[in-house]
């Protein structure tokens, strides 16, 4: 019972963590419209920056979330319970990655 509650609060959080990056790798940026017409220009190396940054970003999160369900397995669920966390790490990984990819290609698209 506990293992799918905490399931769903990976999913969960996961969707949202996702949903917040590729919102802010779209949409967020900081600068004027000649900065962003320079953006637009060099495509490649403004993409790979900006998706490498949220990447990163996103990565730290789902390690956050990796650590947090390693305490669960140590303290809350038990024996054949227990998360796998290097499935969970590697599974979020690319939902946040694509979502970062789709919003940062979203954003030198426009």
Not at 64 to 69: A, D, F, G
Not at 70 to 77: D, K, M, Q, S
């Amino acid at each position: 019972m506990e293992r799918n509650f905490v399931n769903a609060l990976n999913w969960i959080s996961t969707i949202v963590w996702a949903a917040v990056l590729g919102f802010l790798s779209l949409g967020f940026f900081l600068g004027s419209r000649e900065d962003k017409l320079k953006l637009v220009e060099e495509p490649l190396i403004s993409f790979l920056g900006r998706f490498a940054i949220a990447g990163l970003v996103g990565i730290l999160g789902i390690g956050v979330l990796v650590l947090l369900n390693f305490f669960l397995n140590r303290t809350i669920l038990n024996g054949n319970q227990m998360i796998n966390l290097k499935e969970l790490f590697v599974r979020n990984s690319l939902v946040v990655l694509a979502a970062c990819f789709v919003g940062t290609l979203v954003f030198i698209l426009t």
